[in-house]
């Protein structure tokens, strides 16, 4: 735009420019008519007028002579020489605009025309002067009496009248010229000009419209960006008060799970004061119920270092098959009635992995599996493909609902879905997929065909530390 | 004569101490572990209740159990029986809980946890008491 607007003011300027120096050269050509051209024009016509009187009276002062008519001879000559004098101060007057007005001329001109002007002048003044001193001497002889060379004298003064009249033809000859070729040169310069301002003209009209329609192009352009970004601004405003949102709710559950094991506590201690209960029972009561509390509060631990990327993993080698089996025996001293727990174990599976933190996530998976199954079989199977082992463990509960899939394991989704989930505090498959992730394995769960859901990682069988563990809330 | 009673009460350490100080007091409460199985017992409950009178006099919730959350079982509860009284006892804050009872009927009382079992049992005897059935 900017460029445009500098390219139109160039133009601009370059049009003022050329209009002056075409108006300046227009002037000095009128100047040239005025005031040399045309006054030596005049003077020259006027020579001419005169010379054409002195042929006359020279005829006339033959005739007069021949016929011995003093009187009239008398006169003719007077009026020769009142001529010759008129004569004289034309060319006098010839030569002084050639040499005042030809100072004042453009050098270009001064230098041809009035040079060779100057020189047919000084040429026109000396065949004058001849003319006059023939004259003279023609005067001399006819009172001399001499009759010898009077004839000759007067063909002589005709010879002399013709080179005076050709030089003055000459001159004007050439002045015309001049006029004719002034004249055809600012003929020349106005149409020059008047193209050049044309062209100069419809350039900048095309680079105006050429502009506009740029910065008109480069605003719609522009306007969409805009909305385009608002909008883009607007869903991760949404988004970011979305999880807000989850957020807010999120610290009140986790409160709320943090503070409900203490009313058992308090009430274990209240009934033991007043020996409802035996101490013995109280004290283990509340021991689970403070496992309870460690146990949420260490998930939140554990889910904001995943969050801040600190999650430290121990890694050893050890028999994936022997960890589940630990943790399904450890899970069936509390299963409800009408739930079994399967599992189909080969072998011996060795993985070089965090047993802690894997124990976690399985733990997390069976406690996710019996939260959904009132009834029914809970089956934990392992299997090995040489790189990676896998861990699949598959309820035949209510499944998972479709509107959980997509935020199944982000932190909060229990949370923002209380309705399609009956218990849990959004923490555990969060945590589990950090771990898992900080494995550089993988982690993932379906409906089965036949009712139920399916929760299932992959480990890479040997140590692959450094793993990028992922931040949920960013997806 | 005691008050029938029906909580829904997922810790079972809880459920358990429900079970004795109620019947300390000679009150009778029937434990439901989840939503599900709370809304289960009271529809089974006023099945069988012949003069169609409702079923317990007290129905005693949390706001987040398993399967159905307190406020679904309220609601399920007090489409069955308009008049059922229920207490909530939940561990949220009181600005949630304020926004609960705005939204559900004044037969529905909170009370905030943690709180001792005698005034549990004070606060449900009373509310029996002092408030005329509808």
């Known amino acids: 735009m900017g460029a445009s607007v500098g390219i139109i003011i160039l133009m601009l300027g370059v049009a003022t420019v050329l209009s002056f120096s075409a108006t300046s050269t227009i002037n000095d050509q009128m100047r040239i008519m005025t005031i040399f051209n045309t006054p030596l024009e005049k003077a020259i016509i006027q020579m001419n007028g005169l010379q054409k009187i002195q042929n006359l009276t020279v005829e006339n002062s033959v005739l007069f002579y021949e016929s011995k008519d003093v009187k009239n001879f008398e006169v003719v000559k007077n009026q020769f020489y009142v001529n010759s004098a008129l004569m004289t101060d034309q060319i006098e007057e010839a030569r002084n605009i050639i040499i005042s007005s030809g100072k004042t001329l453009p050098p270009e001109y001064a230098k041809s025309s009035v040079n060779s002007l100057s020189q047919k002048m000084d040429s026109l003044d000396g065949l004058e002067i001849a003319y006059l001193n023939t004259a003279e001497r023609f005067f001399k002889s006819t009172s001399s009496n001499g009759t010898t060379n009077i004839a000759a004298i007067a063909n002589e003064l005709r010879l002399e009248e013709k080179l005076s009249e050709s030089q003055q033809k000459d001159i004007l000859a050439e002045l015309q010229n001049s006029d004719k070729s002034i004249e055809s040169t600012a003929h020349a310069n106005k149409e020059k000009l008047l193209t050049l301002e044309v062209i100069l003209i419809v350039s900048v009209g095309i680079i105006s419209l050429t502009s506009s329609h740029l910065v008109n192009q480069i605003n719609k352009d522009l306007i969409l960006e805009v909305v385009k970004k608002t909008k883009s601004l607007q869903k991760a405003n949404e988004k970011l008060r979305r999880l807000n949102n989850l957020k807010d709710e999120f610290i009140s559950e986790a409160s709320h799970e943090l503070i409900s094991p203490l009313n058992p506590i308090y009430g274990f201690v209240e009934l033991a004061k007043c020996g409802d209960i035996d101490k013995e029972e109280a004290l283990t009561g509340i021991a689970k119920q403070a496992h309870q509390i460690e146990e949420v509060a260490n998930k939140m631990l554990d889910i904001g270092k995943i969050d801040r990327n600190r999650l430290q993993l121990s890694f050893e080698k050890f028999d994936l098959n022997e960890l589940l089996f630990d943790i399904v025996q450890a899970s069936r001293l509390e299963l409800v009635k009408g739930v079994k727990i399967q599992t189909r174990l080969e072998g011996i599976i060795e993985v070089e992995a965090d047993r802690t933190r894997i124990g976690q996530v399985v733990r997390n998976m069976i406690n996710n599996s019996l939260k959904f199954t009132s009834c029914g079989t809970i089956l934990v199977a392992s299997s090995n493909d040489g790189t990676h082992a896998e861990v699949r463990i598959k309820d035949t509960g209510a499944g998972i609902h479709p509107a959980m899939f997509p935020n199944l394991f982000n932190k909060f989704s229990t949370m923002s879905n209380n309705k399609h989930n009956p218990n849990g505090n959004g923490l555990g498959l969060h945590l589990s997929k950090g771990i898992i992730d900080a494995h550089n394995g993988r982690i993932g769960a379906f409906n089965n065909p036949d009712g139920g859901a399916t929760f299932f990682f992959s480990l890479p069988k040997t140590c692959q530390k450094a793993g990028v563990i992922q931040n949920s809330l960013t997806t | ?134």
């Not at chain 2, 559900?104 to 009382?109: F, G, R």
């Open chain 2, 1 to 134: 004569m005691g008050l029938q009673i029906l909580s829904g009460e997922d810790n079972e350490f809880a459920a358990m101490q429900y079970k004795k100080i109620f019947e300390k007091y000679q009150h009778r409460i029937t434990i439901a572990k989840d939503g599900d199985d709370c809304v289960a017992t009271y529809r089974k409950a006023l099945k069988e209740s012949a003069d169609g009178q409702t079923p317990f006099d007290i129905v005693l919730l949390d706001f987040i159990m398993p399967k159905k959350n307190g406020v679904r079982v309220a609601k399920e509860i007090l489409d069955m029986k308009p008049n059922q009284r229920i207490i909530f006892a939940s561990a949220f804050g009181t600005g949630i809980l304020d926004d609960a009872s705005a939204i559900l009927k004044d037969s529905v009382e909170i009370l905030q946890k943690p709180f001792s079992l005698d005034f549990l049992v004070k606060k449900i005897e009373n509310a029996c008491t002092l408030k005329t059935p509808r």
